[in-house]
C-alpha cells in the first residue's frame, strides 16, 4: 500500500500547487485587470482612505491637496484645488466617485504612494500606513496665468511651453478651461458642453491643421537630407499646379529664385509646396516622424487622453503612413489632411532650440515622500534627434528671420532674439468654429532667446478671423516674457 | 521517545512567537499603540500548547513530533486573522480551541486501543450519515446559503459534516482493510477495463449513492465532493487498482452532473463558477469580491488589519463571510501570494506528516485510518481554497484550523488525536524493531 500512499502525495502535491497556480493568478497576474474591473470598488474605497500627495508647481505653489473627512474606520480624503481653473488642465481632477483625469491620472501610483512591493513590506514592517507622495511639477504659475489670460482674450486655443534642454513642460493651457473643484456636482453638465468642451485639454487633444508652422519641418527634412542646403534656391513663381489644383502664394506674389531663408521668413507656399515634392513622401514622413508625428507624445499624460499627429484620414479617422497617397505639395505647407496638436508643435520648436535634440516632455519635475525627501527625480531623456546641431542651427537662423522681418513680428521681445514661425490654416466648415468668417487656425510657434534657447513655446488659437502674427504671436511673445523674466 | 517530544516542544515556541507577533501586528494597526496584551495572550496561547505537549509526553511519547506544532501553527493563524474582523468572535474561537484540546486529550484517553473502531464501524458508519443529514431535519436543521450544513439544538449550533467526515474515514478504512483483498483478486478485465468483483461492486455503488443522496439532502458539492475523493483515495490505497479511481470519478461527474443539471441550488453554485459576471452584485458577489480581495493582496499582501471587509464608515459588507467560507482570501489580501503559499505549505506538511504516519504503520487498518483521515484533512483544505479562488465551485466547507467555527476546530483535533494514537504506535513498533501480528504487507491479512 505504501506505492499508492506515495502516489496520492503526489497527486495531494499537485491539487495545491493547482491552489498556489490559481492563487498566483488572482492576487499577481491578473491583479492588475481585476483591480481596474468595474464591480471591483477595492481600489476606489482603499484610495479614498490613502492621503493623496499634493501637486505642485515649480515654486511650490499648490495645485492639488486632500483634507480629511470622518473619522476612525469611515476616514477618508477629498481633493481640493486652490488653483482652481488655472490648472485645471493639465492636472486634470481626482474623485472617487467621478474618476481620475490627466497628470492626477497618470502619476497616481505615487501620488497614492503605490511603492513597489518590497517598499510596501518593509512599511508593514515599520507600521506605516500608505501615504501619498507629492509632485513637485515644471509648472510656472506666473506664466500659466499669462497664457490663459492671452487664450481668454483670444478664443479658444492652447499654448504649450517646454524647456528645450530638458523637456520640462512650464506651461499648458486650454481655453476654455474648468474648475477641477466643481467636477463632483457638474461633470455630467460638463460633459454635454459639445462646443466649448471644456473637459478637452486642446494641448493634446485638440488636432488642428499647423498651417505655415510645419514649413519648419518640411525645411528641416530638405536640410536634414541634403536636398537643399541654406544657399540653394528654388523658384517660387505665385502659383503651381498641383494634383490638379491651383497652390498659390499670399497675393499670387511671385518671389523668383529665393533661398530658404527669405523663403520661410515671408512663408512662401509656392516654395515649400516645390520642396516637398522634391524630397517625396519617405523623406518627409522620416523626419515628421522623428519628430513625434504618428505616434503618440511621449508626455507624462494618460494616454488614452493624448492623441497622435499626422496626417488623417477623415472617414476611418486613421493615420496614414509613408505608402498611403497623399498631396505632398499640400502636406509640405501644413494642409492637406495634416493635423496635429499644440503639444506636437511646441515638440518641433523644442528639438530646434536643443540643437536637434528633442527631449522628452514631461510634466513632472519631482517626487517627494512624505518625509519630505526625493525620491524620484526627472531624468531628462532624448526621444529623438529629428535634425542635425547644423541643420538646427541654419533652421533657427531662418525662423530668426520670420520674427525679425518677416510674417512673425510681433512675437518679438525687445532684447532677446527670437526664432519662430506663424501659422494660419484656413479651416473652412469648421463645426467647431458654429459658421461665421472667424475659421482660421492660428498659431505661432519659437523658441527665445535665439542662440541659447530658454523656452521653446506654441500657441493656437481656433475659429479666428485674425492671422498667426495677430493673435498668436502676442501670446508667444507674454509667455515666453513671462518665463525669461521669471529666471 | 522523549527526542521526538523535545522537537515538538522546540517547534512550538515559533509558533507561540508568530502568534504574539500577529497579535501585535493587529493592535498596532486597530489602537496605534503597542500594550503588553498580546504578549498575554502569547503568553496564554504558549501555556495551553505547554500543558497539551507535556500530556502527550506522557501519553504518546512516540508520536509524531511535528502534527500538533504545525496545527497549533494553523491555530494561532486562524486566530489572529478572526481577532482582526471581531474581537469577540476569535474569544469564542479560543474557546474552542481549548475545548477541542480538551476532546482532543479524552481521544487519545480512551482510544488508545483505536481498533476498537472496526468493531463497531457499521454503528459509526450509521451515525456518520445520521449527522451529515441532520440538517435537514425540520427543527433542528439549519440552511445557509441554501446549503444544509448546519444544525441548532437550542444554543448550540454545530456543523455535523465536520464530525461525519471522521466517522466515514473511520468506516472505510476498517470495510476496506477487510475487503481489499477481494477486491483485488475478485476483479477481472472487461474490454480492457479492470472492474471490481459485481459482488463487491454493491457497497462501492452505495457509497457513491451516499455521496450523490448528500448532494441532493444538502445540496453541497463541496462536502459531497470531500466525502467522495477521499472514499477514492482509500479505495485507491486499499487496492492499488487506479481503474477503480477512474470509474468512480467517471460515476461521480456524471451523477454530479445530473444533479447540477436537476437541482436548482447545486446548478446555481456552478453557475456562479462558471460565469460569476452575470450577476455581480447578487449571486457572483462572494466570489467576485474574494477574488478582488486577491487581488489586492499581490505578492506580499497590505498587511494585518489593512484590508477592507466593509465600506468604510459603512457595514456594507465587502468580503461575505470573511471569518469562514473567504478567509482564505482574506490572508491573501494581507499576507499577499507568500503568505498564503506559507498556509498551502503548512497543509502541505501536515499532509506528509499524515502519509509519513501511513507508511510506518504496522497494521492495513492503521494504514489506512492514517491515510484516510490524511486525505480528508488535505481534500478539505482544498475544497475550500479551490472554492474561493475559483478552481471548483464555492461552497461552505471550513478552512481546517483556520477559519472560525467551533465544529471545525475540535472535529479536527480528534481527527488530529487519532493520527496521533497510530503514529505512537507505528513509531513505538519501528523503533522496537517489532513485527506485528496483524501484519498484512504485503496482501493477507484478515483480522
Known amino acids: ?487 | 521517545m522523549t527526542r521526538a517530544r523535545n522537537r515538538e516542544l522546540l517547534a512550538l515556541i515559533p509558533v507561540a512567537l508568530l502568534l504574539t507577533a500577529g497579535f501585535a501586528a493587529v493592535f498596532a494597526q486597530d489602537h496605534a499603540k503597542l500594550g503588553n496584551l498580546s504578549l498575554t495572550y502569547g503568553a496564554y496561547f504558549f501555556a495551553v500548547c505547554l500543558a497539551t505537549h507535556v500530556y502527550l509526553r506522557i501519553r504518546l511519547p512516540h508520536a509524531d513530533p511535528y502534527l500538533f506544532p504545525l496545527m497549533a501553527l494553523l491555530t494561532a493563524f486562524g486566530l489572529v486573522m478572526i481577532y482582526r474582523i471581531d474581537e469577540s468572535l476569535a474569544r469564542d474561537q479560543a474557546n474552542w480551541f481549548v475545548f477541542g484540546l480538551v476532546l482532543f486529550a479524552l481521544t487519545i484517553q480512551f482510544l488508545r486501543d483505536y481498533e476498537v473502531l472496526e468493531r463497531y464501524r457499521y454503528i459509526i458508519a450509521t451515525a456518520g450519515i445520521l449527522l451529515l443529514l441532520a440538517p435537514r431535519i425540520p427543527g433542528i436543521g439549519e440552511q445557509v446559503n441554501g446549503a444544509y450544513l448546519g444544525v441548532k439544538i437550542g444554543p448550540i449550533s454545530f456543523q455535523p459534516s465536520e464530525f461525519a467526515k471522521i466517522a466515514i474515514v473511520i468506516f472505510l478504512a476498517s470495510y476496506l482493510r477487510e475487503n481489499r483483498e477481494v477486491l483485488i483478486v475478485g476483479a477481472r478485465r472487461i474490454l480492457g477495463v479492470t472492474l471490481p468483483p459485481i459482488k463487491h461492486f454493491g457497497p462501492m455503488l452505495v457509497v457513491w449513492g451516499a455521496s450523490m443522496l448528500l448532494l441532493v439532502f444538502i445540496r453541497d458539492l463541496g462536502t459531497s465532493l470531500m466525502f467522495f475523493a477521499a472514499f477514492l483515495a482509500l479505495l485507491y490505497v486499499a487496492t492499488g487498482r487506479f481503474s477503480f479511481v477512474v470509474i468512480g470519478m467517471i460515476l461521480f461527474l456524471l451523477g454530479a452532473w445530473f444533479i447540477v443539471a436537476t437541482v436548482p441550488h447545486v446548478h446555481d453554485r456552478v453557475e456562479i463558477w462558471l460565469h460569476p459576471y452575470n450577476e455581480p452584485q447578487e449571486n457572483g458577489y462572494q466570489i467576485l469580491q474574494s477574488i478582488f480581495a486577491q487581488a489586492d493582496g499581490g505578492l506580499f499582501g497590505k498587511g494585518f488589519g489593512q484590508a477592507l471587509i466593509t465600506v468604510p464608515g459603512t457595514h456594507d459588507t465587502m468580503l461575505p463571510a470573511a471569518q469562514t467560507d473567504t478567509i482564505y482570501s482574506l490572508i491573501v489580501n494581507e499576507l499577499g501570494l507568500f503568505g498564503a503559499c506559507g498556509l498551502i505549505a503548512t497543509y502541505l506538511l501536515i499532509t506528509a506528516r499524515g502519509f509519513k504516519i501511513a507508511l510506518l504503520a504496522g497494521d492495513g487498518f492503521s494504514k489506512l485510518l492514517a491515510t484516510g483521515l490524511t486525505a480528508v484533512f488535505a481534500i478539505q483544505a482544498f475544497v475550500i481554497i479551490g472554492g474561493v479562488t475559483r478552481v471548483i465551485p464555492l461552497t461552505g466547507v471550513t478552512l481546517p484550523f483556520v477559519s472560525y467555527g467551533g465544529s471545525s476546530i475540535v472535529a479536527n483535533f480528534v481527527l488530529l488525536a487519532l493520527l496521533l494514537l497510530i503514529s505512537n504506535r507505528a513509531r513505538r513498533e519501528a523503533e522496537q524493531g517489532v513485527t506485528h501480528s496483524r501484519g498484512d504487507e504485503p496482501l493477507g491479512a484478515a483480522a
Open chain 1, 1 to 487: 500500500m505504501n506505492r499508492q500512499i506515495i502516489k496520492l502525495f503526489a497527486f495531494i502535491v499537485v491539487l495545491f500547487a493547482v491552489l498556489v497556480g490559481f492563487t498566483s493568478w488572482w492576487s499577481v497576474f491578473d491583479a492588475k485587470g481585476l483591480k481596474a474591473s468595474k464591480w471591483n470598488q477595492r481600489p476606489l474605497l482603499e484610495q479614498q482612505q490613502i492621503p493623496r500627495g499634493r501637486i505642485l508647481a515649480a515654486d511650490g505653489s499648490v495645485i492639488a491637496k486632500s483634507f480629511s473627512k470622518g473619522h476612525g474606520a469611515g476616514k477618508r480624503y477629498i481633493r481640493h484645488y486652490p488653483t482652481g481653473t488655472l490648472f485645471g488642465h493639465p492636472i486634470g481632477y481626482s474623485f472617487v466617485q467621478y474618476g481620475q483625469s490627466e497628470f492626477e491620472k497618470s502619476h497616481n501610483a505615487e501620488l497614492t504612494g503605490e511603492e513597489s512591493e518590497f517598499g510596501t513590506i518593509l512599511d508593514q514592517l515599520t507600521g506605516k500606513k500608505q501615504e501619498g507622495e507629492q509632485i513637485v511639477t515644471n509648472l510656472d504659475v506666473h506664466a500659466q496665468e499669462v497664457a490663459m489670460g492671452d487664450l481668454e482674450a483670444a478664443g479658444h486655443g492652447a499654448v504649450v511651453a517646454i524647456e528645450p534642454s530638458t523637456g520640462a513642460v512650464k506651461v499648458m493651457a486650454s481655453n476654455p478651461g474648468y474648475d477641477p473643484n466643481s467636477i463632483p456636482h457638474k461633470l455630467s453638465k460638463l460633459n454635454q458642453e459639445k462646443v466649448d468642451t471644456p473637459l478637452l485639454n486642446r494641448a493634446t487633444q485638440g488636432r488642428y491643421p499647423p498651417g505655415s508652422t510645419f514649413k519648419v519641418v518640411t525645411a528641416a527634412a530638405g536640410l536634414e537630407s541634403g536636398v537643399i542646403t541654406p544657399e540653394s534656391t528654388i523658384d517660387a513663381p505665385g502659383s503651381i499646379i498641383d494634383e490638379g489644383h491651383e497652390l498659390a502664394n499670399d497675393y499670387h506674389r511671385d518671389w523668383g529664385s529665393i533661398s530658404l531663408d527669405t523663403a520661410l521668413t515671408n512663408s512662401v507656399n509656392t516654395w515649400f509646396g516645390q520642396l516637398g515634392q522634391k524630397l517625396g513622401q519617405k523623406k518627409l514622413f522620416t523626419t515628421m516622424e522623428k519628430f513625434g508625428f504618428g505616434s503618440l507624445p511621449p508626455i507624462d499624460l494618460p494616454e488614452e487622453e493624448l492623441l497622435a499627429s499626422g496626417v488623417y484620414d477623415y472617414e476611418t479617422q486613421k493615420l496614414l503612413n509613408r505608402n498611403d497617397p497623399v498631396d505632398l505639395a499640400r502636406v509640405a505647407i501644413g494642409q492637406e489632411r495634416l493635423l496635429a496638436t499644440p503639444l506636437q508643435i511646441a515638440m518641433v520648436a523644442a528639438g530646434v532650440a536643443n540643437g536637434g535634440k528633442l527631449m522628452k516632455p514631461q510634466i513632472w519635475n519631482r517626487v517627494v515622500n512624505a518625509d519630505g525627501s526625493v525620491t524620484k527625480r526627472l531624468s531628462p531623456a532624448v526621444y529623438s534627434e529629428p535634425v542635425s546641431k547644423k541643420t538646427a542651427e541654419e533652421l533657427t537662423t531662418a525662423m530668426e528671420g520670420v520674427v525679425r522681418e518677416g510674417t512673425g513680428t510681433n512675437a518679438a521681445i525687445p532684447g532677446v532674439q527670437v526664432a519662430g514661425k506663424t501659422g494660419t490654416a484656413e479651416t473652412p466648415g469648421n463645426e467647431a468654429c458654429g459658421g461665421g468668417e472667424a475659421e482660421n487656425q492660428a498659431w505661432f510657434m519659437g523658441f527665445a532667446p535665439a542662440d541659447h534657447p530658454k523656452i521653446a513655446i506654441a500657441a493656437s488659437v481656433e475659429c479666428t478671423e485674425q492671422f498667426g502674427n495677430d493673435v498668436a504671436a502676442p501670446i508667444f511673445r507674454d509667455v515666453a516674457e513671462a518665463i525669461l523674466n521669471g529666471e
